[in-house]
């Protein structure tokens, strides 16, 4: 669900619900969103937005584990169903999204602080601190779309990017342009899995600071790619990391990105 919802003074604030567990309490994660404005959002709008970095806490309620934050401070909130039916803060839903079965979203945006002993009221409070990054880099602007299916790669574009891959070409994915001769890749078979297939990429030059945008548009194109072979990734084993020191124990396993995708394409073959 896309949500909005006002403060004391009126302005509107963006929120999407990232997660729900049928538990007693109806738990929900939110990431906020980094819409603020006089003017109710549209669907359209929340879905170009933001994920709103949270740099600032309110400390009158600090969740548990905020002091473990991940690199960009990309959190969702997770609160309860039972104190939204008791509490004054009411949500509008203006639409719904349909989340892209690989947007990564391991390791930061899936992480969350608890806020279940709080209610809903906090919302505000946090989203008037944290909103507008006109003072932050670009690259904390990871946008929602990115992650949904509103943004998708189509089977012919698959073909062309691993085709691209494979002669060694650049080629731009989701308006990102991506260089295969910087990159090299590992791929191994998880021990006791049936398909599926951990997945670390080396790029030269990458900056940490891209991680999220960079993670989920990879995840994508090999997700789609190992599917289209009959593997998929492990959930939890998806990496993008900067070169790999040639000292390091684990750089043997590392091969240049066309070498890895033809092998394993031929194996799979093979297996058949």
Same mark, same amino acid.
């Given at each position: ?41 549209? @669907?359209?709008?929340?879905? &170009? +937005?933001? #994920?709103?970095?949270?740099?600032? %806490?309110?400390?009158?309620? =600090? ?72 003072? @932050?880099?670009?690259?904390? &602007? +990871?946008? #929602?779309?990115?992650?949904?299916? %509103?943004?998708?790669?189509? =089977? ?117």
């Amino acid at each position: 669900d896309l949500l909005t919802f006002r403060d004391t003074e009126g302005m509107y604030y963006g929120a999407v619900v990232t997660g729900a567990y049928r538990d007693t309490k109806g738990t929900n994660i939110i990431h906020l969103l980094d819409y603020r404005s006089v003017q109710k959002p549209a @669907k359209e709008e929340l879905v &170009k +937005a933001a #994920l709103l970095v949270l740099d600032k %806490e309110v400390k009158e309620a =600090e969740p548990d584990g905020w002091g473990n934050r991940n690199a960009n401070n990309i959190y969702g909130l997770m609160l309860s169903a039972k104190k939204y039916k008791e509490q004054v803060l009411k949500a509008e839903k203006v639409g719904d999204i349909v989340f892209h079965e690989f947007a990564f979203w391991k390791d930061g945006l899936k992480s969350f602080c608890d806020l279940l002993k709080y209610d809903w009221n906090v919302l505000p409070a946090y989203a008037i601190l944290n909103a507008g990054t006109d003072n @932050k880099p670009p690259y904390f &602007k +990871a946008k #929602l779309v990115y992650y949904t299916t %509103e943004m998708d790669i189509t =089977e012919a574009e698959l073909a062309a990017i691993i085709t691209s891959f494979k002669q060694h070409k650049p080629v731009k994915i989701l308006g990102h342009l991506f260089d295969p001769g910087i990159m090299k890749a590992w791929l191994s078979q998880m021990n006791g899995s049936e398909g599926k297939v951990s997945v670390y990429i080396s790029m030269e030059g990458f900056d940490q600071s891209d991680t999220f945008l960079i993670n989920n548009i990879l995840s994508r194109v090999f997700g789609e790619w190992l599917k289209h072979i009959g593997l998929v990734i492990d959930e939890y084993f998806f990496r993008v990391e900067d070169v790999i020191e040639k000292s390091g124990t684990t750089a043997v396993y590392y091969k240049s990105l066309d070498v890895v995708i033809e092998d394993w394409g031929k194996r799979k073959l093979i297996n058949k």
